[in-house]
């Protein structure tokens, strides 16, 4: 049920969610998402597994189907401030709400006292992995026990379960949210801060050297607070995330000024419950919450407002480019002066608090809706500067275009990685064991994905050691088959009878030479559009690769009038599979330098 200007209608009602006397209803709105059932059920069927997926979890979630929790909501405008209620019936039954807790003073007070946006809430981020079990048992399983034996931590446990159940966000002038995204600041409470630092620390490591990026944490010290900063050399991110832990609390920022401003304004005695508009609140406001947003609009007006100017600006021109009026009238005449605008806005404060099993939500707003629109505009989420965009352009598209070169190559290194541990997996199961002698042979792409039926049996691998994607295996146009991946290709070798073969050849597989011997390469698909070096694996992990510009340089398949690497191409002697790579500068079978890549 929808209504514009007025309350809702019997049988729909809102009396735990009602607005202030005083306050005209510009809009109402009743939702229950219990109706969808029939139509989800529908759709569960005709759409299939990943559809009837999304459905169970629209349902645990509460948003639709029998669990979902009837849902109400009223935008009211008055003299003085603007309120938007929120009303969720039941919402204790729903899968965040069994979660949730009750905010203390000091959660709220984690918000520094000049923040521009913030908000805290209570959140358990283990729940999530509640959530995944519910929807898909086996999977859930299967891949944290994955994800454990790759990396020796357990996410459920020692990530997620580390932290909570209060966690929260801000940006303040201080660290410098003023300007920009990069002033936001992550906080969580951690029953211990310490460990989960260290156990996060370890963790990126060993995912940065599995993934072949350089991607290790910089230990530094703020004072006496040990830091962390996780920093990728060459990187054109504006961004450096920066952790540390301070009375039992868990920071992460965007740089390491801003980590530097957090850790400082967490030590002072002062916080958000200083500010003007939280002195003003109703005593007993701030009590049995959920959650708690704040929003600083009157900070945000003066950037929002020449923001708005220089697009306004910017549209007559663009008008006026496309054959419009050449005497345009001055479209900044249409928004308000900026002191006219800002007389009397206020920030916007954020409550959500339960009440039997219900949630209740009531923020209020600047009592006009065109600041508000004007601050967003200002704030860290809205930020745009028309002004700068061509100038900036063309300083950072040609970085851009080599940022997108690396990061193809990192993901290639990245996936070869991924094969040798698929490779691994697959030959320690003794999936494919051709000869009976109880030692297991190393796979193709087609057999590691679960795409194609493993050698000398009918079955195909399950559950696969690599995604589904690469199983996509197209002829190369010389016999065999490859996959692409990430503006890449990729091929895996195996030794053969006569020679080596890989995916699609039907030349048969040596089965003692491939219990112990398998080697893999990476190319462009474009060289010098979608990347530049090739690269080598084997099944000593060592990964190898060439500037691929020496030599007429691999780039797509003979399919699609290319170069591709044979599978001697990095190896020491042409035609022998058993052969290495010489390494040290010394040339490889195709002329180019093959180098070990760390």
Excluded at 45 to 71: R, S, T, V, Y
Excluded at 249 to 268: C, I, K, P
Aim: hydrophobic share 40%; net charge negative; glycine share 12%.
């Amino acid at each position: 049920s929808i209504a514009f200007g007025r309350g809702l209608s019997a049988p729909f009602s809102m009396p735990k969610a009602s607005l202030p006397r005083g306050m005209q209803p510009a809009f109402t709105l009743a939702f229950d998402g219990r109706a969808l059932s029939p139509l989800l059920a529908e759709i569960g069927k005709e759409e299939g597994e990943e559809a009837a997926m999304f459905i169970d979890i629209m349902d645990e979630l509460g948003l639709a189907g029998e669990n979902a929790a009837p849902m109400t909501f009223a935008l009211g405008h008055g003299e003085v401030e603007s309120m938007t209620t929120r009303h969720v019936e039941g919402w204790k039954q729903t899968l965040f709400g069994r979660a949730a807790s009750v905010l203390s003073r000091d959660d709220i007070e984690l918000l520094p006292a000049d923040t521009l946006w913030g908000w805290v809430g209570t959140f358990r981020p283990n729940i999530l992995v509640e959530l995944a079990r519910s929807v898909a048992p086996e999977e859930t399983i299967q891949g944290l026990a994955a994800a454990k034996m790759a990396t020796g931590v357990d996410v459920e446990k020692d990530i997620l379960g580390a932290i909570g159940p209060v966690v929260g966000a801000f940006a303040s002038t201080a660290t410098g949210g003023a300007a920009g995204p990069g002033g936001l600041v992550f906080f969580a409470r951690s029953s211990n801060a310490s460990a989960f630092l260290s156990t996060l620390n370890g963790l990126v490591s060993r995912l940065g050297q599995q993934m072949g990026m350089p991607l290790s944490p910089q230990r530094y010290a703020h004072g006496s607070i040990p830091c962390t900063a996780f920093t990728i050399p060459g990187s054109m991110l504006p961004f450096e995330p920066c952790v540390a832990t301070a009375n039992g609390v868990v920071f992460l920022a965007a740089s390491r000024g801003a980590l530097a401003e957090a850790l400082d304004q967490a030590g002072r005695d002062t916080s958000i419950a200083q500010h003007p508009r939280m002195i003003a609140l109703a005593d007993g406001s701030l009590e049995n919450l959920v959650a708690f947003g704040f929003n600083d609009a009157p900070k945000h007006l003066e950037r929002g407002f020449g923001v708005v100017g220089m697009l306004q600006t910017s549209l007559a021109s663009l008008a006026q480019g496309f054959g419009g009026p050449q005497e345009l009238p001055d479209l900044t005449k249409l928004l308000p002066s900026y002191a006219t605008l800002a007389r009397g806005a206020r920030p916007s404060v954020s409550l959500s608090y339960t009440r039997g099993d219900d949630l209740l939500q009531a923020v209020t707003h600047d009592s006009s809706w065109l600041a508000r629109a004007v601050a967003m505009a200002g704030s860290p989420s809205g930020q745009m500067q028309p002004m700068t965009m061509g100038i900036a352009s063309s300083i950072a598209i040609p970085k851009l275009l080599s940022a997108r070169l690396a990061a193809n190559e990192n993901a290639a290194i990245a996936t070869l990685r991924s094969i040798g541990s698929a490779q691994a997996q697959f030959h320690h199961s003794l999936a494919v064991d051709t000869d009976f002698d109880g030692d297991g042979e190393y796979g193709f792409l087609g057999e590691l994905a679960g795409a194609q039926r493993l050698r000398g049996q009918e079955h195909v691998l399950d559950p696969a050691m690599l995604s589904p994607t690469f199983g996509a295996i197209e002829a190369d146009g010389c016999g065999g088959g490859a996959v692409q991946r990430s503006g890449y290709w990729f091929q895996v070798w195996l030794p053969g009878e006569s020679d080596a073969v890989c995916d699609t050849m039907s030349s048969p597989v040596m089965a003692d030479a491939a219990e112990s011997r398998w080697c893999a390469y990476a190319w462009p698909v474009d060289s010098g559009t979608s990347g530049n070096r090739a690269f080598y694996i084997d099944e000593r992990g060592q990964l190898f690769a060439c500037t691929n510009d020496e030599r007429q340089p691999y780039s797509g398949t003979c399919a699609t009038g290319g170069v591709a690497p044979g599978f001697d191409a990095a190896l020491e002697r042409r035609g022998d599979i058993s052969a290495r790579p010489p390494g040290g500068g010394t040339r490889s079978a195709d002329g180019n330098r093959w180098t070990v890549n760390y």
